[in-house]
């Protein structure tokens, strides 16, 4: 019985092998194909289970790719390595609330596991939490030492002197000097080399920036507005026409980009500009207007459900989910009073638009497994 365990686990590897060597010969579908089967037949082979959902994260497969890193971590509960990879596909996928726990759990387990604690100092960086990250990211440079990999943790780490331009520009130096193509650390450099005056080196990492990302709009506007304040409108104008092409609502690139054309002698094509300029101010303003009522709104209902008014609680919510459609707590109100209302119909689809729009939240599907079951169970 030992040696047919042995055996089986012996050709589970090995099958695992073989899709890592499909990989790297460029055989991605081969690979997972391979690794469907082997999960099918080897439901209990972690290793297959991550790989997969890492193959499947890359390719934008949210649902399947979690679900196997998933199964992953659960068939793996210590493995750093399995609650990094979950945390890189939720971050993948935006969801930063579920990323950092994994990270979290991973340097923990493994706290030499460097690429975690990159990924946690990310995060941090992300929430507002630069102090925090700082630790995370000292730990991945020593460990890295002066390796391409180093450039990352190099560039998060320039965001941490937020009032120490000349640090935060060595960080930078350091940060391309190892990966020379590093398009957002050149940027980012330029705007170092901004704040210390040094308008020259600015423009030069402007334009590495920009011609190693031409389609990163932040790059056109920087390298555009930089231009224009040495007072060459004429060839900020077309990188500042390309950030507002690539970014319709960048404010700061068509404000710089009227003044460009005007300064320019284009004054028709900066009126044009300056135009738009006014409809994405006034879209914006509405749009805040708009979400200011439909808060009101909602809290509005949600003091009338408290009286037990339900049916003066669903219009407020009605007309608060008309003003924003996106916000999802508005939706999930206005799903719960119908289901209290025994609307299940409407509650329902409501929950499950709420889900649909804002799927990793755990709460919700909680929810909505809750009511499935009180429907199923109501008297017929």
Do not use: C
């Not at 932040?218 to 026409?241: K, M, S, V």
């Not at 924003?324 to 206005?334: Q, V, Y």
């Amino acid at each position: 019985m030992k040696l047919l365990l042995l055996l089986a686990l012996l050709s589970a590897q090995s099958s695992v092998e073989n899709a890592w060597n499909l990989i790297a010969a460029g055989k991605r579908d081969e690979a997972k194909s391979l690794l469907l089967a082997l999960v099918q037949t080897e439901a209990q082979n972690a290793e297959a289970h991550l790989l997969l959902g890492s193959l499947l994260m890359e390719d934008g497969a949210k649902d399947d790719s979690l679900l196997h890193l998933k199964e992953g971590v659960r068939l793996t509960p210590k493995s750093a390595a399995a609650h990094n990879a979950l945390g890189e596909a939720y971050t993948t996928f935006a969801n930063p609330k579920a990323a950092r726990p994994e990270f979290e759990r991973a340097v923990t387990l493994d706290p030499a596991l460097a690429q975690a604690h990159v990924n946690l100092a990310a995060i941090l960086l992300e929430q507002g939490e630069s102090e925090a990250a700082i630790p995370h990211l000292d730990k991945a440079l020593r460990h890295f030492a002066g390796k391409p990999d180093a450039a990352y943790p190099h560039y998060l780490r320039a965001k941490t002197y937020n009032t120490d331009a000349k640090k935060a520009a060595s960080e930078l130096e350091r940060a391309v000097a190892l990966r020379p193509d590093f398009a957002e650390a050149w940027s980012d450099l330029g705007e170092a080399r901004k704040t210390l005056f040094n308008d020259e080196g600015a423009l030069e990492a402007y334009r590495r920036a920009v011609k190693l990302a031409p389609d990163d709009a932040i790059a056109q506007t920087r390298l555009g507005a930089a231009l224009l304040d040495a007072g060459n409108a004429h060839e900020a104008a077309p990188h500042l026409e390309e950030a507002a092409r690539l970014d319709p609502t960048n404010q700061s690139a068509l404000n710089a980009l009227q003044r460009a054309l005007r300064e320019d002698g284009q004054i028709q094509k900066a009126e044009a500009a300056k135009k738009r300029l006014a409809e994405v101010l006034l879209k914006r303003a509405t749009d805040d207007q708009k979400l200011v009522e439909a808060v009101a709104t909602n809290n509005a209902g949600a003091g009338l459900e408290k009286k037990g008014d339900l049916p003066a609680a669903v219009a407020k919510y009605r007309t608060a989910l008309e003003l924003n459609p996106n916000h999802i707590g508005i939706r999930t109100n206005l799903a719960v009073a119908l289901l209290k209302l025994g609307q299940w119909d409407e509650g329902l689809a409501q929950l499950k638009e709420a889900l649909r729009r804002n799927p990793t939240d755990a709460t919700l599907s909680k929810a909505l497994d809750d009511a499935l079951q009180q429907y199923q169970a109501r008297p017929k």
